[in-house]
């Protein structure tokens, strides 16, 4: 069976946190690298023997050529698999439309799994009808895939009752929590020991919930070794390159080099599943309103506590039964030393069981084969795992001189790591092909014998702007007669941009005469009026 799955990469797959950064507007985690915890977990339940899985690299939800990725799909795969997170919320509007569409064109069976809504704290007592156009999109939404799969597999209840006020009963909807609870299976271990108010806990905060500020302010002086753990791309690029998030007023909220956490080095951003369990494993207490950096807690065998201040949150920790409270606002919650003696983890402990059980009976039904089924493990891929090592965690510019070398000698022209570099990065494994212009062949082409008109790749909003590494048809040895400037210039015409910066990498030439090279090449490309979008990606490369 080969599946499409709805993923940035897949597990195996390591990533510098600039190549993570980089690729693409969104990075390669969507975002926010919560949605890691969740794609993993799936994947590797999915993992059988005779399944082959591909990300798609969230190339679907992006997808400007629907009628390719019908095709594509159609003839390739046999299902595809999409975890899904928050995605039934105003500003997810545009992309369930992009995917309602690209479902309705499909002919093999879709499944989704843990999908919720994005609303008020108070939508348990009924949120439906606020936002008309939000709510005849998701109806399309779910509409589509229940044409393609038995059941939705949605968060929890708020979610169902929700969808079921839009027409969609138990029938259709099954509540089967989030994916990331389930990577170890049905039980869960917590420890919870003696909290040491001078002992390692980690803490995290959404921006936007209420008193965020004042929360992280008190923590870290409450617990002076604390570690605030973040999980968005702004926050990455704080970490990595020192951007400060935009629109941030509070001053105690880490958005500027300036913050102190960031100053004294206790700020993380994990980039692996793996590292950010691990890194749990060894604090005492994870508090927060962040409900993935409590999962990577709790999977961890630490205790947990979820501050829900809006549906998701809450959703999500009454499901798993995670210790939480409603909050209007950070400030309501008691000091962390009360939260965690009144927190009870045998319910969530319990939950875990049922829970487990639900999901696994979900993907049954919608012909999902799974590792927990008989003779269907896949002992040597978890084996593979293991043996991956991972990028540690991103910490601020200067925390960790090995890393702030590291990130410098990434930036150099011309230095050392430059052309080891350009190897680094990432190309989605299935991914819809770039547009294409055609114009005049150029002169180079013409002294080659080809006169057929040149192509250019024009990058769109979905791609990276550095370029991914990738060959395409040919190898670039079968041009090896042509003088090396002219080989250049014929696969600038024939193939992808990135090919011809593999092939300028790979020459057996010194650095100097490969930017000789290169120069030669953009005079070339200027005589045949190009438009100066490779002149300024070449000249990055020397």
Same mark, same amino acid.
């Given at each position: 069976?080969?599946?499409?799955?709805?993923?940035?990469?897949?597990?195996?797959?390591?990533?510098?946190?600039?190549?993570?950064?980089?690729?693409?507007?969104?990075?390669?985690?969507?975002?926010?690298?919560?949605?890691?915890?969740?794609?993993?977990?799936?994947?590797?339940?999915?993992?059988?023997?005779?399944?082959?899985?591909?990300?798609?690299?969230?190339?679907?939800?992006?997808?400007?050529?629907?009628?390719?990725?019908?095709?594509?799909?159609?003839?390739?795969?046999?299902?595809?698999?999409?975890?899904?997170?928050?995605?039934?919320?105003?500003?997810?509007?545009?992309?369930?439309? !992009?995917?309602?569409?690209?479902?309705?064109?499909?002919?093999? #069976?879709?499944?989704?799994?843990?999908?919720?809504?994005?609303?008020?704290?108070?939508?348990?007592?009924?949120?439906?009808?606020?936002?008309?156009?939000?709510?005849?999109?998701?109806?399309?939404?779910? =509409?589509? $895939?229940?044409?393609?799969?038995?059941?939705?597999?949605?968060?929890?209840?708020?979610?169902?009752?929700?969808?079921?006020?839009?027409?969609?009963?138990?029938?259709?909807?099954?509540?089967?929590? !989030?994916?990331?609870?389930?990577?170890?299976?049905?039980?869960?271990?917590?420890?919870?020991?003696?909290?040491?108010?001078?002992?390692?806990?980690?803490?995290?905060?959404?921006?936007?919930?209420?008193?965020?500020?004042?929360?992280?302010?008190?923590?870290?002086?409450?617990?002076?070794?604390?570690?605030?753990? !973040?999980?968005?791309?702004?926050?990455?690029?704080?970490?990595?390159?020192?951007?400060?998030?935009?629109?941030?007023?509070?001053?105690?909220?880490?958005?500027?080099?300036?913050?102190?956490?960031?100053?004294?080095?206790?700020?993380?951003?994990?980039?692996?599943?793996?590292?950010?369990?691990?890194?749990?494993?060894?604090?005492?207490?994870?508090?927060?309103?962040?409900?993935?950096?409590?999962?990577?807690?709790?999977?961890?065998?630490?205790?947990?506590?979820?501050? !829900?201040?809006?549906?998701?949150?809450?959703?999500?920790?009454?499901?798993?039964?995670? #210790?939480?409270?409603?909050?209007? =606002?950070? &400030?309501?919650?008691?000091?962390?030393?009360?939260?965690?003696?009144?927190?009870?983890?045998?319910?969530?402990?319990?939950?875990?069981?049922?829970?487990?059980?639900?999901?696994?009976?979900?993907?049954?039904?919608?012909?999902?084969?799974?590792?927990?089924?008989?003779?269907?493990?896949?002992? =040597?891929?978890?084996?593979?795992?293991?043996?991956? $090592?991972?990028?540690?965690?991103?910490?601020?510019?200067? &925390?960790?001189?090995?890393?702030?070398?590291?990130?410098?000698?990434?930036?150099?022209?011309?230095?050392?790591?430059?052309?080891?570099? &350009?190897?680094?990065?990432?190309? &989605?494994?299935?991914?819809?092909?770039?547009?294409?212009?055609?114009?005049?062949?150029?002169?180079?082409?013409?002294?080659?014998?080809?006169? =057929?008109?040149?192509?250019?790749?024009?990058?769109?909003?979905?791609?990276?702007?550095?370029?991914?590494?990738?060959?395409?048809?040919?190898?670039?040895?079968?041009?090896?007669?042509?003088?090396?400037?002219?080989?250049?210039?014929?696969?600038?015409?024939?193939?992808?941009?990135?090919?011809?910066?593999?092939?300028?990498?790979?020459?057996?030439?010194?650095?100097?005469?490969?930017?000789?090279?290169?120069?030669?090449?953009?005079?070339?490309?200027?005589?045949?009026?190009?438009?100066?979008?490779?002149?300024?990606?070449?000249?990055?490369?020397?």
């Amino acid at each position: 069976m080969r599946l499409l799955v709805r993923a940035g990469k897949m597990p195996e797959t390591t990533l510098s946190a600039e190549v993570s950064e980089g690729f693409r507007p969104w990075g390669i985690f969507g975002n926010n690298v919560g949605n890691f915890l969740f794609s993993e977990s799936l994947i590797r339940a999915l993992h059988t023997p005779d399944t082959e899985i591909v990300p798609d690299s969230f190339g679907m939800e992006n997808a400007k050529n629907i009628g390719w990725w019908a095709s594509s799909i159609n003839n390739g795969f046999d299902a595809v698999v999409l975890p899904m997170a928050n995605a039934f919320r105003s500003d997810w509007m545009g992309k369930l439309n !992009c995917m309602t569409a690209l479902i309705r064109k499909l002919k093999v #069976p879709v499944v989704v799994v843990g999908i919720g809504a994005q609303q008020p704290l108070d939508a348990d007592t009924g949120h439906i009808g606020a936002n008309p156009r939000l709510d005849a999109i998701v109806k399309g939404f779910v =509409s589509a $895939v229940l044409e393609k799969s038995a059941r939705i597999g949605v968060r929890g209840e708020i979610t169902a009752s929700y969808l079921e006020a839009l027409g969609f009963g138990s029938e259709h909807v099954e509540a089967i929590g !989030c994916p990331s609870m389930y990577v170890q299976g049905g039980v869960l271990n917590i420890d919870k020991r003696p909290l040491d108010s001078e002992g390692p806990i980690a803490f995290n905060t959404a921006r936007s919930a209420r008193g965020a500020g004042d929360f992280i302010k008190h923590v870290s002086e409450e617990f002076p070794n604390s570690d605030f753990v !973040c999980q968005t791309i702004e926050e990455l690029r704080l970490l990595l390159w020192g951007d400060p998030i935009r629109g941030v007023k509070d001053p105690n909220i880490i958005a500027t080099t300036q913050h102190q956490l960031y100053k004294e080095g206790r700020v993380r951003f994990f980039l692996d599943p793996s590292t950010w369990i691990s890194f749990m494993k060894e604090r005492q207490f994870s508090i927060g309103t962040r409900m993935h950096g409590g999962f990577a807690a709790i999977l961890a065998g630490t205790p947990a506590f979820i501050g !829900c201040f809006d549906s998701r949150t809450l959703e999500l920790s009454r499901f798993h039964a995670v #210790p939480h409270q409603r909050i209007a =606002s950070l &400030a309501d919650l008691p000091p962390v030393a009360d939260v965690y003696e009144s927190a009870d983890f045998g319910p969530t402990v319990a939950a875990q069981r049922d829970n487990f059980s639900a999901y696994l009976r979900f993907l049954e039904e919608n012909g999902l084969q799974h590792v927990w089924m008989p003779g269907m493990a896949d002992p =040597s891929y978890e084996e593979l795992l293991s043996r991956v $090592v991972y990028p540690t965690a991103v910490e601020p510019l200067g &925390a960790n001189m090995d890393a702030l070398v590291s990130r410098i000698a990434y930036l150099r022209e011309g230095g050392p790591d430059s052309q080891a570099r &350009a190897s680094e990065y990432y190309v &989605a494994p299935f991914a819809e092909p770039l547009p294409e212009t055609t114009s005049a062949p150029s002169k180079t082409a013409q002294a080659a014998g080809d006169s =057929s008109p040149s192509v250019s790749r024009v990058p769109n909003s979905g791609d990276t702007a550095k370029p991914q590494l990738q060959d395409k048809g040919d190898s670039p040895r079968e041009l090896g007669q042509l003088p090396l400037v002219d080989q250049l210039a014929a696969l600038l015409k024939s193939k992808p941009f990135e090919a011809v910066l593999k092939l300028a990498n790979g020459a057996q030439h010194s650095l100097d005469r490969q930017t000789e090279l290169l120069e030669e090449l953009l005079g070339l490309l200027a005589s045949s009026h190009n438009d100066g979008r490779y002149t300024e990606n070449v000249t990055g490369q020397q």
